[in-house]
């Protein structure tokens, strides 16, 4: 019989029984019966015992349920979530038990307190900018913050942009010698401390201003502590395919194993080439060895802040001089007339269609354009699209956060099936109407993909989830589900499990998801979240040898 108030109030020091579930341990096997018990935070058994063996005191009925590693979240945004949510319902209700941080070369650590401030502020759209001791410096430090306590566990990048920022501010040219050893040694000292590896975001301030060299240098850091070089390239929409092999050319160069943030292939022009992304990828991996992985959230819009569709000469200098130059009636001129005709490199060299910038989050005062396309806004309001797209900026001090609709369907299912692929949510969690890839990444593509489209069988999916990127984050005791493993669990219903978050309410909860443990801790019973907070820093091994 199930307690289920014994459940709930199960400690890690309990032994704890999944009775009667059908397991599926992440290596793409295929699912077993099989009870698992778990004591002192990790499995310490998977069997399937006969009527009348005698229970541990806390035993859970899982009969007709499935149980499956914890899903591991490979693009990530809640840098300040998992700090300033204790709940962290998005994630969690999801059966997020690992989230990878740091991404896009842009967050919190390494800082000085001026870059700190900075970033708190460039950052609003993605994080917002929550009430926190920021008593860090180094990333040695942020991850011992997260180390007193999350809801989910956490590995982090050393964000090539924050670096930059810290040694360089937001100069738009190439780096010295001098400065470009300066950065070097952060990113050593952020891997020393634990980091998985480096991001960049070469779209986005000051990370775009750096050339292939700067990344090859640094990632010679990277190659020095075994870890992995994670891009958001340059460019996603006119040059997409390009933007892929100067990735893969970089790692190639780097000798590093690559691990392509958000691989998309967006834009009307681009439909049905995602193949050819592939292909390169193969190639890649075929002719030159390289160890190429991916990542991918299963909807078609994209998400940033708004400032980020300007072209990057206007976002030199930070914060101050944008919004100085918005100011100007000249140069918005020339700044709308490359982002409407030419194509801003801030909109991947796309002429913009404002139909497709939706706002997703801005300040109190500018709630009115929350939901709304900037096309709708300044039809309603008989504006021209990009003048009310630099008075918004303005506004809101660039803040405000957006939507782009600009994916393929086709594309996403391609990129899915690949056997370099890994699930990351690239989950925006602020603003009144966030992407909804942020509550309901996991079960849609468990619901959607998996159980309604049959793209990918439940036991692939899962492998995709967990022991993929497991492999990849050099975590040789999470990912699957076998005797000594840590138990980072997620136990689910297949023909219930589904996303219930949509665009116009992007907060409500999956449907489906039981139970989730974290560290053999219960994060969430019954669908219910503990209030338990065993959420810890996964700090990678550093490798000597090189």
């Given at each position: 019989?199930?307690d289920?108030?014994?459940a709930?109030?199960?400690?890690?020091?309990?032994?704890?029984?999944?009775?009667g579930?059908?397991?599926?341990?992440?290596?793409?096997?295929?699912?077993?019966?099989?009870?698992v018990?778990?004591?002192?935070?990790?499995?310490?058994?998977?069997?399937?015992h006969?009527?009348?063996?005698?229970?541990p005191?806390h035993?859970?009925?899982v009969?007709?349920?499935?149980?499956?590693?914890?899903?591991?979240?490979?693009?990530?945004?809640?840098?300040?979530?998992?700090?300033?949510?204790?709940?962290?319902?998005?994630?969690?209700?999801?059966?997020?038990?690992?989230?990878?941080?740091?991404?896009?070369?842009?967050s919190y650590?390494?800082?000085?307190?001026?870059?700190?401030?900075q970033?708190?502020?460039q950052?609003?759209g993605?994080?917002?900018?929550?009430e926190l001791?920021?008593?860090?410096r180094?990333?040695?430090e942020?991850l011992?913050?997260i180390?007193?306590g999350?809801?989910?566990?956490a590995?982090y990048?050393?964000p090539?942009g924050?670096v930059?920022?810290?040694?360089?501010g937001t100069?738009?040219?190439?780096?010295?010698?001098?400065?470009?050893?300066?950065m070097?040694?952060?990113v050593?000292?952020?891997?020393?401390q634990?980091?998985?590896?480096l991001?960049?975001?070469?779209?986005?301030t000051?990370?775009?201003?750096?050339d292939?060299?700067?990344?090859?240098?640094l990632?010679?850091?990277?190659?020095?502590h075994?870890?992995y070089?994670c891009p958001?390239?340059?460019?996603?929409?006119?040059?997409?395919?390009?933007?892929?092999?100067?990735?893969?050319?970089?790692?190639?160069r780097?000798?590093?194993?690559?691990?392509?943030?958000?691989c998309?292939?967006?834009?009307?022009?681009?439909?049905?080439?995602?193949?050819?992304?592939l292909?390169?990828?193969d190639r890649?991996?075929?002719e030159?060895?390289l160890?190429?992985?991916?990542?991918?959230?299963?909807?078609?819009a994209?998400?940033?802040?708004?400032a980020?569709?300007?072209?990057s000469?206007?976002?030199a200098?930070?914060?101050?001089a944008?919004?100085?130059r918005?100011?100007?009636?000249?140069?918005?001129?020339?700044?709308a007339?490359?982002?409407?005709?030419?194509?801003?490199?801030?909109?991947?060299?796309?002429?913009?269609?404002?139909?497709?910038?939706?706002?997703s989050?801005?300040?109190?005062e500018q709630?009115?354009?929350?939901?709304r396309?900037?096309?709708?806004?300044a039809?309603?309001?008989?504006?021209?699209?990009?003048?009310l797209?630099?008075?918004?900026?303005?506004?809101d001090?660039?803040?405000?956060?957006?939507l782009?609709?600009?994916?393929?369907?086709?594309?996403?299912?391609?990129?899915?099936?690949?056997?370099?692929?890994?699930?990351g949510?690239d989950?925006i969690?602020?603003?009144?109407?966030p992407?909804?890839?942020?509550?309901?990444?996991?079960?849609?593509?468990?619901?959607?993909?998996?159980?309604?489209?049959?793209l990918?069988?439940?036991e692939?999916?899962?492998?995709?989830?967990t022991?993929?990127?497991?492999?990849r984050?050099?975590?040789?005791d999470?990912?699957?589900?076998?005797?000594?493993?840590v138990?980072?669990?997620?136990?689910?219903?297949p023909?219930?499990?589904?996303?219930?978050?949509?665009y116009?309410?992007?907060?409500?909860?999956?449907?489906g998801?039981?139970h989730?443990?974290?560290?053999g801790?219960?994060t969430?019973?019954?669908g219910?979240?503990?209030?338990?907070l065993?959420g810890?820093?996964l700090?990678?091994?550093?490798?000597?040898?090189?």
């Amino acid at each position: 019989m199930v307690d289920r108030q014994a459940a709930a109030d199960w400690r890690p020091d309990y032994e704890l029984l999944l009775r009667g579930g059908t397991v599926v341990d992440g290596t793409g096997g295929p699912p077993r019966r099989a009870d698992v018990l778990i004591r002192d935070g990790r499995i310490a058994s998977m069997e399937r015992h006969r009527p009348g063996f005698p229970l541990p005191q806390h035993t859970i009925d899982v009969g007709g349920l499935v149980v499956a590693p914890g899903f591991i979240d490979m693009h990530s945004h809640s840098d300040l979530a998992v700090l300033a949510d204790p709940e962290h319902i998005a994630k969690v209700a999801q059966g997020v038990t690992t989230e990878v941080l740091g991404q896009d070369g842009l967050s919190y650590a390494p800082v000085t307190d001026a870059t700190l401030g900075q970033l708190r502020e460039q950052l609003r759209g993605w994080n917002g900018d929550p009430e926190l001791d920021y008593d860090w410096r180094s990333v040695g430090e942020y991850l011992d913050r997260i180390d007193r306590g999350a809801a989910v566990n956490a590995a982090y990048l050393v964000p090539h942009g924050t670096v930059r920022l810290a040694v360089m501010g937001t100069d738009e040219r190439a780096a010295t010698a001098e400065e470009l050893a300066r950065m070097r040694a952060l990113v050593e000292e952020g891997l020393a401390q634990g980091a998985a590896g480096l991001s960049t975001g070469l779209t986005y301030t000051p990370g775009m201003y750096a050339d292939d060299e700067e990344i090859v240098e640094l990632c010679a850091a990277v190659r020095a502590h075994g870890g992995y070089y994670c891009p958001h390239h340059r460019n996603y929409g006119a040059e997409v395919v390009r933007g892929y092999l100067d990735c893969l050319e970089i790692a190639r160069r780097a000798q590093v194993p690559l691990h392509l943030a958000h691989c998309h292939v967006n834009f009307p022009p681009n439909a049905g080439r995602a193949h050819e992304v592939l292909d390169a990828i193969d190639r890649a991996s075929a002719e030159h060895g390289l160890d190429v992985t991916l990542d991918t959230y299963p909807y078609l819009a994209g998400a940033t802040y708004l400032a980020a569709l300007l072209p990057s000469r206007v976002q030199a200098g930070g914060t101050a001089a944008t919004l100085a130059r918005l100011r100007d009636p000249a140069r918005r001129a020339e700044i709308a007339h490359e982002i409407e005709v030419s194509g801003s490199d801030g909109h991947h060299g796309m002429p913009m269609d404002w139909s497709t910038i939706v706002i997703s989050g801005t300040g109190e005062e500018q709630a009115w354009a929350v939901g709304r396309s900037i096309a709708e806004l300044a039809a309603e309001r008989g504006a021209a699209p990009a003048e009310l797209f630099f008075d918004l900026l303005l506004a809101d001090e660039l803040a405000t956060g957006c939507l782009v609709q600009v994916g393929n369907e086709d594309n996403v299912r391609a990129i899915m099936t690949h056997r370099a692929h890994t699930g990351g949510s690239d989950g925006i969690l602020v603003g009144a109407r966030p992407h909804p890839r942020g509550w309901g990444t996991f079960p849609r593509y468990l619901g959607h993909y998996v159980r309604e489209l049959g793209l990918l069988s439940l036991e692939e999916a899962v492998a995709h989830f967990t022991s993929r990127p497991a492999r990849r984050l050099g975590l040789a005791d999470r990912g699957v589900l076998r005797r000594g493993a840590v138990a980072d669990l997620v136990v689910f219903d297949p023909d219930r499990v589904a996303d219930t978050a949509t665009y116009e309410n992007p907060k409500r909860r999956p449907a489906g998801i039981e139970h989730v443990f974290v560290n053999g801790v219960k994060t969430l019973a019954y669908g219910r979240r503990t209030g338990l907070l065993p959420g810890r820093a996964l700090r990678r091994r550093t490798d000597p040898r090189g």
